[in-house]
């Protein structure tokens, strides 16, 4: 991976602040940080792994998704049962 700004291979990962970041973080991206001294690039960038293989090792993450999308089904459903 290279910086995006100055081209430079040294990279670190960095961490993730704010909601934005943390959701491209579910979706397989990674926060990094250039190394270099005149850069001080940070952004995202995605990395290699699948979605299947962060939710096989990721129990937390599997049992928090599966409380917000029975959240998002349970609300839907409300929303349509009110709107008859």
Aim: net charge positive.
């Amino acid at each position: 991976m290279f910086c995006l700004r100055c081209g430079s291979n040294r990279l670190r990962r960095s961490r993730t602040r704010g909601l934005k970041e943390k959701t491209l973080k579910l979706l397989g991206y990674r926060a990094f940080r250039c190394r270099e001294e005149n850069c001080d690039w940070r952004g995202m960038l995605k990395i290699r792994d699948t979605w299947e293989n962060r939710l096989s090792f990721n129990p937390k993450l599997r049992v928090t998704l599966s409380i917000i999308l029975w959240l998002l089904f349970f609300i839907l459903s409300l929303v349509s049962y009110y709107l008859k």
